[in-house]
């Protein structure tokens, strides 16, 4: 039993078509995964070999045709919209190639945003979490800035200190260095990995960017829609 706990994700035999008529595409053929804790796992392949479109799946953000998604051993494809909103704000975090931060607020505020969705905490405990991330991060002294003042790298830091504002058992993260220059590449990928082992949080990274891929505890190669050995 205490394996099973160790998994905050699995899914099974996930299919998923995009497109209508003639241009259908089987986007996804029969994909199963499991996500540990304290892991970081790597999904790499070519452009349009489905990674991301799994990804979306996995975080609730799309429906499969076919198959089953479990988010902390609870069943989580048949659901409806409000559980699966409600899954994502408490369990999932993420991180994607473009920051989406609200430019016209600060770091601060963009990290509290999440957990004033979850409607958990006080405000002085929001804004108390959402400096010790920003710490976390290395932004301290920029906790008050507004996103639009931050360098590219400095606002991807702040994304990856939003993805963790509840602390999800799952954080996937879509091309999160994909943006940036290599040694902010570096340290958005080490800090997003050392918080997550530190937590316990399960990390499934697509990337294309072999050093990094390198540097996660298990690579899953993909092509045509399923994982390959």
């Not at 099974?12 to 199963?32: A, F, K, P, Y």
């Not at 045709?65 to 609870?74: A, E, L, V």
């Not at 920003?134 to 991807?156: F, M, N, P």
Request: hydrophobic share 40%; with cysteine; proline share 3%.
């Amino acid at each position: 039993m205490a394996h099973d706990e160790q998994i905050a994700l699995r899914c099974e035999n996930l299919h998923r078509h995009l497109g209508e008529g003639e241009g259908r595409v089987h986007v996804l053929r029969g994909v199963s995964f499991e996500a540990y804790r304290g892991r970081v796992t790597a999904i790499v392949g070519p452009s349009g070999c489905g990674k991301s479109t799994l990804l979306y799946l996995l975080g609730l953000l799309d429906r499969p045709d076919q198959g089953s998604i479990w988010i902390r051993g609870r069943l989580m494809s048949n659901s409806g919209d409000i559980d699966r909103t409600a899954a994502r704000g408490e369990h999932i975090g993420f991180v994607f190639q473009f920051h989406f931060l609200m430019q016209e607020f600060s770091a601060l505020e963009n990290v509290m945003m999440p957990m004033r969705k979850l409607g958990k905490l006080t405000d002085d405990e929001m804004a108390a979490r959402a400096h010790t991330l920003l710490g976390d991060v290395g932004l301290g002294e920029k906790t008050h800035r507004l996103a639009t003042q931050l360098s590219g790298g400095e606002q991807q830091r702040v994304a990856v200190a939003r993805a963790l504002a509840n602390q999800p058992a799952i954080i996937l993260a879509d091309e999160p260095t994909g943006n940036l220059y290599l040694k902010n590449s570096t340290m958005v990928f080490d800090l997003l990995t050392r918080l997550a082992k530190e937590n316990g949080q399960a990390v499934v990274l697509v990337t294309h960017n072999p050093d990094i891929a390198q540097r996660c505890d298990e690579i899953r190669p993909m092509r045509d829609g399923e994982f390959v050995r």
